[in-house]
DNA sequence: CGTTCGATGCACT
DNA sequence: GTGCATCGAACGT
């Protein structure tokens, strides 16, 4: 529909470049109720099944097999029962590699978001709508279904409206108890929006080099 | 402020 | 049966 629009050659390459390349990228879901984006600030990749946290580190399996397939498509997934987290695959297809999306800044469809994400009267702030993977689902109405959507065009997808980040942050993935070592998260500086400032996030306010890891 | 802990569903051993 | 790429309420200090 639209230039603007992500190629899938945007994701066939190695995939930390695709998480900085992401930062500043609209994530777009158009759905019956109404449409909700917002700019990524903060990713994560997930490269290879010698990738400890890689959801492909047992090797092929039916449910990580979008993580195989074409680059440009969602692999969404149900963690802790609760929260779908949306990735972009990456990387030629036969690589398993994937960067999960964490954290948006909320810029259209902000109170479809609210009527999404408040419950029991609980008002949440602009600026934490998209703060967190299972809250931008949960913000953008993804959801299981939207697992294998392809994000070079259609309901669910990403798009590039030139927004610049002003610089990337690295620093180690959050959440998860194994592949710690690798500093494969990427952030926008001191971005309100970004998830981590729970756990005394140091990092997540650092001055950020853009070079890759 | 800080840390702990329950909710909840599904893939995989 | 076990273990999550989480979240926020409910504690303790």
């Known amino acids: 529909m639209s230039r603007r ?12 470049e695709v998480a900085a390349a992401l930062l500043g990228k609209v994530l777009v879901h158009d759905t019956r109720d109404g449409i909700t984006a917002g700019v990524i600030v903060e990713a994560e990749a997930y490269s290879g099944e010698d990738d400890p946290a890689c959801h492909a580190a047992p090797g092929p399996t039916p449910r990580n097999a979008p993580l195989y397939g074409e680059p440009g498509i969602a692999y969404v997934y149900l963690n802790y029962g609760i929260h779908s987290l949306v990735n972009a695959v990456t990387e030629p297809a036969g690589h398993p590699a994937a960067v999960l999306i964490r954290a948006l800044d909320p810029l259209e ?39 294998r959507r392809d994000l070079t065009g259609g309901a669910l997808r990403i798009e590039d409206r030139g927004v610049r980040v002003p610089g990337i942050a690295w620093g180690p993935r959050i959440g998860i108890r194994v592949g710690v070592d690798r500093p494969w998260r990427c952030w926008v500086p001191a971005h309100p929006a970004v998830s981590g400032s729970r756990m005394g996030n140091a990092l997540a306010t650092g001055k950020g080099a853009s070079r890759l890891p």
């Open 5 to 16: 629009v992500l190629p899938r050659r945007f994701y066939a390459r190695p995939t930390l």
């Open 109 to 147: 469809g902000l109170p479809l978001m609210h009527a999404r994400r408040d419950t029991a009267g609980r008002a949440v702030p602009d600026v934490q709508l998209c703060r967190g993977p299972g809250n931008l689902t949960r913000a953008l109405g993804i959801t299981l279904r939207d697992n």
